[in-house]
């Protein structure tokens, strides 16, 4: 078996195609961490450790100070698994060899911006994707409904997630779901402020999916009705183990998996396609952030040569 004999970290910083909000901060450039791992058979393998402002709890600064501290005990075969998640996960990519260039065969085209923009936006598409995902509780719940009419009758076939980021009460929910053809509706992932709410929810015939509940470590998933599927970050949710976990459980309940991006960089999200495909084959992945991202390149695998926005930050 092969053992990995050095290590070395890089600092990746990306511009953004245009600037992007993250809980009330905004942000023109993706920063991440790039884990190396070289092994004693000679092969190179990679991750990305990238917390995302605003959502990871981490910040990058204590990304890097945990990853070099484990990574130096993974030299030393004293690892455990890191407790940040964006670390976890990005060591645990490079540890793994997880793909590079795989790439996502589908995904769910993210629609975001104001309602004129979006329905510009879908007029302008030369073919309708398959699916679609849309954020809703941000705006008053007519004005919603009402764009989401608007969206159904230009994409009459397309499937839609709909994503509420626990942005509404009970109340509200239901309104919103007794107020729209649901027809075309795949779930809300986490439509209500409580979990106790979005199992309510679920009851009253609304499809519903879990995602921010997933990234809270000692969460234990249940199945109730109307849970239909997990919408799984790894960046947020951590270690490879704790992602197999959560695909295990939802294969059992026959619950659906989404492998889910967070802006990370081609490196990442190429990783994440690789996931999707493990783990999801037949579900399309929410891999659609890329191209908030400046196109770069990828580590050369056969020349293992280095894309020039990679700086060194630390080797062991
Ligand atoms: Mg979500």
Redesign the pocket.
């Known amino acids: 078996m092969a053992h990995p004999i050095a290590a070395s970290l890089f600092y990746s910083k990306v511009p953004l195609t245009q600037p992007l909000t993250w809980r009330g901060e905004q942000k023109d450039q993706r920063e991440a961490a790039i884990v190396q791992l070289n092994w004693d058979n000679g092969e190179v393998s990679w991750g990305e450790i990238a917390p995302l402002p605003g959502f990871s709890k981490e910040s990058l600064q204590q990304a890097i100070d945990s990853a070099r501290y484990h990574l130096r005990a993974l030299l030393d075969q004293t690892n455990h698994v890191a407790p940040e998640p964006s670390v976890a996960f990005g060591i645990d990519c490079a540890l793994q060899s997880i793909d590079i260039a795989a790439e996502p065969s589908q995904r769910a085209m993210l629609l975001q911006g104001e309602p004129a923009e979006i329905l510009e936006k879908i007029e302008l598409m030369p073919k309708l994707p398959r699916c679609i995902k849309l954020k809703v509780s941000r705006a008053p719940l007519p004005q919603e409904i009402k764009l989401l009419e608007a969206i159904q009758a230009q994409m009459p076939v397309t499937q839609i997630r709909l994503?509420a980021?626990q942005g509404w009460k009970f109340e509200d929910a239901l309104s919103f779901f007794r107020g729209i053809n649901a027809e075309q509706l795949s779930f809300i992932?986490?439509p209500c402020d409580t979990l106790a709410a979005t199992v309510c929810l679920g009851a009253s015939g609304c499809p519903v999916a879990l995602?921010?509940h997933l990234q809270d470590e000692m969460f234990t998933p249940t199945a109730f009705e109307g849970l239909r599927a997990l919408?799984i970050k790894p960046t947020l949710v951590g270690s490879l183990a704790r992602c197999q976990q959560l695909v295990d459980w939802a294969k059992q309940h026959k619950i659906s998996v989404v492998v889910?991006a967070s802006y990370e960089s081609s490196l990442g999200t190429s990783q994440l396609a690789a996931l999707a495909q493990r783990w999801a084959p037949s579900e399309i992945p929410g891999l659609d952030t890329l191209h908030y991202l400046q196109p770069h390149a990828l580590p050369d695998t056969a020349g293992q040569n280095l894309p020039s926005h990679w700086q060194p930050l630390w080797q062991s």
Request: proline share 0%; charged share 60%.
């Open positions: 994503d980021n992932e986490e995602d921010e919408v889910s």
